[in-house]
């Protein structure tokens, strides 16, 4: 099974042009020359980042590749997931408080993400449903763009609603784990920052095998690259674009609650996991889960980079540029797209 | 009868293209619909696949209305087509492609006897199973499009135009191995272009023109038949 | 419907060249007594009508781009902050005139635009717009850190426009330039130009193939709708005095998006016309229902997948279908003026 899944990934890895390979190689080199100069939790810092960026982007990936939607609203769903996360943890908190030999305090963390995602899963089933599915009814003539004034209509709500109804204070937690610092040769990584490495790595693992292994994930793929085909072949696609939508929410919702500890949870926390999953994506190429995931490193190495070298704020800056001048270059991305019909109007 | 379309009409919009359309394929057969491109043969073929749905007009398969039936129900009922454009899944593999096709089969014993048929069928597949349907040749391309409409174990096998786009050699092997089908059994429809071909091998067929059924009868019929020669054959 | 020029009396030939229908004439010339009329003039109405008919004007020239050539300028707003930022930073630090200063910052933000242009240019609907984004956010991101220049987010003070306390002056000059920006906008849609750029928003490729060049004529289109956002964004700065980068943001833009796609995405008089009683029931709602914050964008955000759910053309396809078709004369006259194509 192992070796399975080892030689398929190396065929998908030589399935790119040389681009993708000279940049994986560009990042890891610069990663490495960065961590020698200031220190290992720079390269800490890009992991767990990238980690859940990775979580974010894919879940955009696969909205753009399969229901063929520029999501907007997609950090919209990582705020969900902050919401849910710090709701759901505070009262694991109390209840540990009382009964601190509970074997809450291990599991209660994991409980929480488990929350988030499903919650996550289920928003994204009620908005296909109330909207994308209402909007296929009734015309697919200028798809994209419809779909992405909607997704648009959505954010607002979301971002307004969350202010309506949660207030617009910073929600935070101190922390998932308490405990000294895991030391690994002289780096210290605290444990919240080890318990969200697993948990994204864990999920891009059991993400990626869905995707390849199982009759399902297939399906998935397949209506991405010829829904008609798709439907020849017997799969329904209401119940696939579906699953898709609320995967790819559960997705972000995750990643959300995964990094509460680093961002609490206010309207429009969703913002900059939106735009650097917009910036993933759009490197990676659109439609392309795979590229997605490499990509969401290289681009969180250019964040932390940029951060530690020339200030915070300017992470705005310098990736917007830089990825302006790779696109300028090469329009359809580093990987390269796997769905050619997300650029036709 | 296996399938029975009874004065069906159907189109793209406002734009109606079949105009009472009946016809009907029993067990067994192989049927072909000819007619001029733009007499909506194709429309046809996806009209009764449920890729459009009929204005108004009946199909029935197996004495079970189908019309308007989304595209994935009608081939959970046993009907597979193999569409022009073929619409294979350019990013996976051959030996995926093949198994998407037996989506609707969930018993992997049926899944391997259906993949061993179809590789029997073509060892072409067999030999190329790794590679990426994208990066496949006309010809192979059109081999796992047939070969992905039988892995549904289908009652009824819609062919859109499988010589489009071939050289003669490659035309001549797709048509062999839609003889060696029917010889095992299968009923299935062909729509082409190629009219001489086709009358010359199907039992039966259609002509189609303007979007109505002018004439039918028998494949052999219908190629003495004296309009069928004018506007075909140019004769 | 058009067909003969003599036959037109000068009022209506008036009409005809500016573009307006006789009820649109009739809305301005209401807009243009509203400050004076008693419940509206009041300072703080006067501010809410300034607000929407920036806001109007905005919407104008974004459906310029977005409803013409089908591409969402999705920083639209980061372009307007650029004049707005050119104009306050040549005004303080060089002590040019504000008028002069509003030119210069409609120039940079042509610029910026010609560039925007040029890059995107290659790239489809969507694509373009995520680049536009980009650029809007790396913009932002400059004016936050370039404090030297702009101050940052403690804010830039700007001198007004008019040394008078008054927001009377600034609301006629508002308008006035609404309605500048739109004959100019509505002119060039009639020319050739504008039904190249139709062409190109509706199938590119069959526009290239009918011998349009896309590239230099979505390039120009870019060009003017962002030049129009640098004169406003001039206006927005020496108007509020006080300048953060936080008029860049992508929420503002959806702002403008949501009023020129409500209002009617290609008919660009939509969008001015929705944008005085959007802002208004805004501000109304907002004001009433104080303690619950936010309600006001959620409705409005709701109304926006309404709109685009149920009716995609907005507040002008409504109209053209219940209002236009009128079998009354004087209704018809009203409505469509002489010339059917017009506001």
Redesign the interface.
């Known amino acids: 099974m192992f070796q399975m899944i080892q030689k398929s990934f190396w065929e998908q890895v030589r399935k790119f042009n040389s681009l993708a390979g000279i940049s994986i190689i560009i990042t890891i080199v610069v990663a490495l020359a960065a961590t020698i100069d200031r220190g290992g939790y720079l390269l800490v810092n890009t992991i767990v980042t990238g980690g859940m960026l990775a979580l974010v982007s894919m879940g955009l990936a696969l909205t753009l590749g399969v229901l063929n939607i520029p999501m907007f609203a997609h950090g919209e769903f990582f705020m969900i997931g902050t919401l849910v996360g710090y709701y759901v943890f505070n009262a694991i908190s109390a209840y540990v408080g009382s009964h601190p030999e509970s074997s809450l305090v291990f599991w209660g963390p994991m409980l929480t993400i488990v929350a988030a995602m499903i919650i996550g899963a289920v928003a994204g089933v009620i908005t296909e449903l109330l909207i994308f599915r209402q909007l296929r009814k009734r015309s697919r003539e200028n798809w994209v763009m419809n779909a992405f004034l909607l997704t648009v209509g959505l954010s607002v709500v979301l971002v307004n609603g969350h202010q309506l109804f949660f207030g617009a204070d910073f929600k935070g937690i101190v922390g998932y784990y308490s405990g000294p610092s895991l030391a690994i040769m002289d780096v210290y990584i605290s444990r919240d920052r080890v318990f969200a490495l697993i948990v994204a790595a864990v999920v891009v693992a059991l993400f990626w095998f869905f995707m390849t292994y199982t009759r399902t994930g297939r399906a998935i793929r397949a209506v991405s690259q010829d829904e008609t085909g798709a439907l020849i072949v017997g799969i329904g696609l209401n119940g696939i674009l579906m699953l898709t939508m609320s995967l790819s929410c559960a997705l972000a919702a995750i990643a959300g609650a995964g990094l509460l500890f680093m961002y609490p949870s206010y309207p429009s926390i969703g913002l900059e996991p939106l735009y650097m999953a917009w910036f993933v994506v759009i490197l990676a190429g659109l439609g392309n889960v795979l590229g997605a995931v490499m990509c969401s490193f290289m681009v969180a190495l250019l964040k932390v980079l940029t951060i530690e070298y020339i200030g915070s704020g300017w992470d705005f800056v310098v990736p917007s540029i830089l990825i302006i001048l790779i696109l300028i270059f090469k329009p359809s991305g580093i990987f390269g797209s796997e769905v050619r019909g997300v650029l036709d109007k | 009868m296996l399938l029975e379309v009874k004065k069906l009409n159907a189109g793209y919009g406002y734009l109606q293209i079949l105009r009472d359309v009946s016809l009907n394929v029993d067990t067994g057969e192989y049927v072909c619909l000819v007619g001029p491109n733009g007499a909506g043969k194709s429309t046809t073929l996806k009209t009764i ?3 459009l749905s009929p204005t108004s007009g009946e199909i029935l398969f197996d004495g079970e209305p189908i019309g308007g039936l ?4 009608v ?2 009922k046993g009907i ?2 193999v ?1 022009e454009d ?7 593999s051959v030996e ?1 492609n093949l ?3 037996a ?2 089969i969930r018993d992997k014993k049926a899944k391997k006897k259906q993949l061993e048929f179809v590789y029997d069928l073509f060892p072409r597949l067999a030999e190329r199973s790794g590679q ?1 349907a994208g990066t496949m040749s006309g010809g192979e391309r059109k081999m796992l499009a047939i070969g ?2 039988l ?2 174990n289908p009652q009824l096998l819609l062919v859109d135009e499988p010589s489009f786009g071939l050289a003669p050699q490659l035309t001549e092997n797709v048509f062999q191995s839609l003889d060696v089908l029917v010889k095992k059994g299968l009923t299935i429809m062909l729509v082409e272009q190629n009219v001489t071909k086709t009358l010359e091998v199907t039992d039966r067929g259609y002509v189609l023109e303007n979007g109505s059924i002018e004439l039918s009868g028998k494949s052999s019929d219908l190629a003495d038949n004296p309009h069928v020669r004018k506007v075909f054959l140019g004769v | 419907m058009n067909n003969s020029t003599q036959t037109l009396n000068p009022f209506d030939k008036l009409l005809d060249l500016t573009c307006f229908t006789p009820l649109g004439l009739l809305s301005l010339l209401v807009l243009a007594i509203l400050p004076m009329v008693p419940p509206f003039n009041q300072e703080y109405l006067i501010r809410w009508l300034i607000s929407a008919a920036f806001i109007a004007s905005m919407a104008i020239a974004f459906d310029f781009t977005a409803g013409l050539i089908n591409i969402v300028n999705f920083g639209y707003c980061a372009i307007m902050g650029l004049g707005a930022y050119t104009s306050a930073i040549l005004v303080e630090r060089l002590g040019l005139s504000p008028w002069l200063g509003m030119l210069a910052g409609g120039l940079a933000a042509a610029g910026m635009g010609l560039m925007i242009g040029m890059i995107t240019l290659r790239l489809r609907g969507i694509f373009a717009a995520c680049l536009a984004w980009f650029f809007g956010l790396a913009l932002m991101g400059l004016a936050t850190k370039l404090v030297w220049l702009t101050r940052g987010p403690m804010g830039m003070r700007v001198d007004r426009l008019f040394d008078t306390p008054s927001n009377v002056p600034f609301y006629y000059l508002l308008l006035a330039m609404m309605v500048i920006i739109y004959i100019t906008c509505k002119w060039v849609t009639r020319t050739h130009m504008g039904v190249a750029f139709m062409a190109i928003g509706q199938n590119m490729e069959a526009a290239r193939t009918s011998g349009i060049d896309p590239v230099f004529y979505r390039v120009s289109n870019f060009v003017l709708s962002c030049a129009i956002g640098g004169v406003l964004g001039g206006f927005y700065a020496h108007y509020y005095g006080i300048l953060t980068p936080d008029i860049m943001h992508t929420s503002k833009t959806v702002e403008v998006l949501a009023v020129a796609y409500i209002g009617g995405r290609g008919s660009l008089w939509g969008g001015a016309a929705i944008a005085f009683p959007f802002i208004f029931a805004m501000e109304l709602i907002r004001s009433s229902l104080s303690d619950l914050p936010g309600i006001n964008l959620v409705l409005y955000g709701l109304l926006l997948i309404m709109v685009m759910i149920y009716y995609p053309g907005g507040f002008a396809q409504f109209f053209n279908t219940y209002f236009r078709q009128t079998g009354n004369k004087m209704a018809s006259y009203l409505f469509n003026g002489v010339a059917a194509d017009t506001k």
Do not use: C, H, Q
């Open positions: 696949a449920g890729l989304p595209g994935n129900k081939t959970r597979s087509l569409s073929m619409n294979l899944f350019v990013n996976m995926e198994a998407m096709g989506y609707i990426l992905r409409g892995m549904a």
